[in-house]
């Protein structure tokens, strides 16, 4: 496991740190996202539907539970972008069809609340990003790499 | 004619029969599993986000409509609908799933024609159901469609003619809503929760933004806004009831003044002769009463839509199966489309 931590101190910063993070990602992989109700989940998964070419806006899947995107990407063709906000427990993953659509080739997946459902997570492929709200606009991101997997 | 509609894309297993008589829709029975305790045989009534939840509520739900209206489809084929509609997307893959199989299953076994429709439709099409004989509503309209899932303002130039004109970039107004009474512990779901204790606050007293008020564009964002309310909350400590009742009425009143205002300035440019609203937020007392005096000051008719089809239900389901019933088959191979916009 290798630690890295990122702090940012606006929206653009966020951006870019999630497209430097793509850029180390293999299909396959799952981001795990974890902070509070506006920690800045949700710029974060625009800033990576930004640099994978997903055309349109990403809007919040909490009320759907699970959203796919095409990409524009050469080596990543699809985003699953899941919120378990929702869920109760971590094997209603499994029902909202989780596994079947990261299994599909070419896909990456960004979980958001991810703390609910870590058993499900794909292992030795799953980063861990944990978000921590500092002062003002600053953000304090815990990159968490697995062993196995991508970088 | 008799239109089935089935619904199953997010929380809700909904049945719906709907006669259509010279075009006008008259809702027969529409049942919503949250809404009626289904024989326990059938297995529980609260709805959850799994699939499995609609496979044990459909059943039943689809025998209690039948029954409400007095009909026998299983032993009387006179009694089987003329045609049955599906939702087919947007929604939950695995949710849509049960309804778009049971669907299949029942035009197979009762040869009815079925067609599989866009629940965003349904939303806009619910205004037209139980339409008084004497009231009808000019088109084009522009349409709110507003709910835990969806923000949207679709321009509708006919039945089932649509176009999209704006639409939020992250949360929609309802989530934004849930994650509020979430973050002020008032429990869930936040839209009518909200709703009652900002009647009692005083809707000027925290100043929050209004996103994308003047944008130019007709599109929504609710992400920041959610974050705004809670740095407020932290900053100005707010724990008390009346603090925050305050905070509720000042949240609302903001999410209201982005809907109306967007509608409006929408309305200004699109001209439409109606304005109207769907959606689960439609059932929001202070964004109905502000959108009709508001429509109605800038010379725009506005027909409010009956509470009880604002949320999810099958009915305008089956007002949308009605509208595209040319494409409906007997046993067709219809694919569920998590993502179809409209």
Redesign the interface.
Request: with cysteine; glycine share 8%.
């Given at each position: 496991m290798k630690t890295q931590t990122v702090k940012t101190s606006n929206a653009a910063e966020t951006t870019k740190l999630a497209a430097d993070i793509l850029g180390k990602l293999k299909p396959g992989d799952c981001l795990a996202l974890t902070g509070?109700?506006?920690s800045g989940k949700?710029t974060f998964v625009?800033g990576l539907a930004q640099a994978l070419g997903v055309k349109g806006?990403?809007?919040?899947p909490?009320?759907?539970?699970?959203?796919?995107?095409p990409t524009k990407h050469p080596a990543i063709k699809r985003l699953v972008h899941v919120d378990a906000y929702?869920?109760?427990a971590a094997k209603?993953l499994v029902?909202?069809?989780f596994s079947d659509e990261i299994n599909q080739p070419g896909t990456i997946s960004v979980v958001e609340w991810a703390e609910k459902v870590k058993e499900m997570l794909p292992p030795g492929k799953t980063i861990w990003i944990k978000i921590k709200i500092g002062q003002k606009d600053d953000r304090v991101f815990e990159i968490i790499w697995p062993d196995s997997g991508s970088n | 004619m008799i239109v089935l509609g089935i619904e199953t894309s997010c929380d809700e297993s909904a049945a719906a029969l709907l006669e259509v008589k010279a075009g006008r829709f008259k809702v027969l029975a529409s049942l919503i599993s949250s809404q009626i305790k289904i024989h326990t045989k059938y297995g529980g009534v609260v709805p959850e986000v799994a699939a499995r939840n609609h496979v044990l509520n459909l059943p039943g739900v689809l025998d209690s409509v039948f029954k409400e209206v007095g009909l026998s489809p299983q032993t009387k084929k006179n009694d089987r609908p003329d045609v049955i509609s599906v939702t087919r997307g947007p929604g939950l893959i695995t949710s849509l799933l049960v309804g778009v199989w049971t669907a299949q299953a029942l035009s197979l076994a009762w040869e009815v024609p079925l067609v599989g429709v866009n629940h965003m439709q349904g939303h806009i099409l619910a205004n037209w159901l139980d339409l008084p004989a004497n009231r009808d509503i000019e088109l084009p309209a522009l349409c709110l469609v507003v709910s835990g899932g969806h923000t949207e303002l679709v321009m509708v130039t006919g039945p089932g003619r649509h176009k999209l004109i704006g639409r939020t970039r992250d949360d929609a107004a309802g989530e934004a809503y849930d994650k509020v009474a979430k973050l002020l512990n008032l429990g869930y779901p936040g839209g009518p929760i909200i709703d009652r204790m900002a009647q009692k606050g005083q809707a000027d007293k925290y100043e929050l933004p209004r996103p994308m008020i003047n944008s130019g564009d007709f599109d929504f964002s609710f992400s920041g806004l959610k974050t705004a309310v809670r740095y407020l909350a932290a900053e100005k400590k707010i724990t008390s009831a009346k603090a925050k009742a305050d905070l509720a009425a000042s949240f609302q009143r903001a999410v209201v003044d982005v809907l109306v205002e967007k509608t409006l300035a929408a309305a200004e440019r699109h001209s439409p002769k109606t304005i109207l609203l769907a959606g689960g937020v439609a059932a929001n007392s202070a964004l109905r009463s502000r959108m009709q005096a508001e429509a109605q000051n800038f010379g725009f008719k506005f027909s409010l839509l009956p509470l009880k089809y604002t949320t999810d239900n099958a009915a305008m389901i089956a007002a949308a199966g009605y509208i595209n019933k040319s494409k409906a088959k007997v046993a067709p191979n219809i694919k569920a489309d998590p993502n179809w916009e409209l």
């Amino acid at each position: 496991m290798k630690t890295q931590t990122v702090k940012t101190s606006n929206a653009a910063e966020t951006t870019k740190l999630a497209a430097d993070i793509l850029g180390k990602l293999k299909p396959g992989d799952c981001l795990a996202l974890t902070g509070d109700l506006g920690s800045g989940k949700t710029t974060f998964v625009k800033g990576l539907a930004q640099a994978l070419g997903v055309k349109g806006p990403v809007t919040s899947p909490t009320f759907l539970i699970l959203k796919t995107y095409p990409t524009k990407h050469p080596a990543i063709k699809r985003l699953v972008h899941v919120d378990a906000y929702r869920l109760e427990a971590a094997k209603d993953l499994v029902e909202v069809g989780f596994s079947d659509e990261i299994n599909q080739p070419g896909t990456i997946s960004v979980v958001e609340w991810a703390e609910k459902v870590k058993e499900m997570l794909p292992p030795g492929k799953t980063i861990w990003i944990k978000i921590k709200i500092g002062q003002k606009d600053d953000r304090v991101f815990e990159i968490i790499w697995p062993d196995s997997g991508s970088n | 004619m008799i239109v089935l509609g089935i619904e199953t894309s997010c929380d809700e297993s909904a049945a719906a029969l709907l006669e259509v008589k010279a075009g006008r829709f008259k809702v027969l029975a529409s049942l919503i599993s949250s809404q009626i305790k289904i024989h326990t045989k059938y297995g529980g009534v609260v709805p959850e986000v799994a699939a499995r939840n609609h496979v044990l509520n459909l059943p039943g739900v689809l025998d209690s409509v039948f029954k409400e209206v007095g009909l026998s489809p299983q032993t009387k084929k006179n009694d089987r609908p003329d045609v049955i509609s599906v939702t087919r997307g947007p929604g939950l893959i695995t949710s849509l799933l049960v309804g778009v199989w049971t669907a299949q299953a029942l035009s197979l076994a009762w040869e009815v024609p079925l067609v599989g429709v866009n629940h965003m439709q349904g939303h806009i099409l619910a205004n037209w159901l139980d339409l008084p004989a004497n009231r009808d509503i000019e088109l084009p309209a522009l349409c709110l469609v507003v709910s835990g899932g969806h923000t949207e303002l679709v321009m509708v130039t006919g039945p089932g003619r649509h176009k999209l004109i704006g639409r939020t970039r992250d949360d929609a107004a309802g989530e934004a809503y849930d994650k509020v009474a979430k973050l002020l512990n008032l429990g869930y779901p936040g839209g009518p929760i909200i709703d009652r204790m900002a009647q009692k606050g005083q809707a000027d007293k925290y100043e929050l933004p209004r996103p994308m008020i003047n944008s130019g564009d007709f599109d929504f964002s609710f992400s920041g806004l959610k974050t705004a309310v809670r740095y407020l909350a932290a900053e100005k400590k707010i724990t008390s009831a009346k603090a925050k009742a305050d905070l509720a009425a000042s949240f609302q009143r903001a999410v209201v003044d982005v809907l109306v205002e967007k509608t409006l300035a929408a309305a200004e440019r699109h001209s439409p002769k109606t304005i109207l609203l769907a959606g689960g937020v439609a059932a929001n007392s202070a964004l109905r009463s502000r959108m009709q005096a508001e429509a109605q000051n800038f010379g725009f008719k506005f027909s409010l839509l009956p509470l009880k089809y604002t949320t999810d239900n099958a009915a305008m389901i089956a007002a949308a199966g009605y509208i595209n019933k040319s494409k409906a088959k007997v046993a067709p191979n219809i694919k569920a489309d998590p993502n179809w916009e409209l």
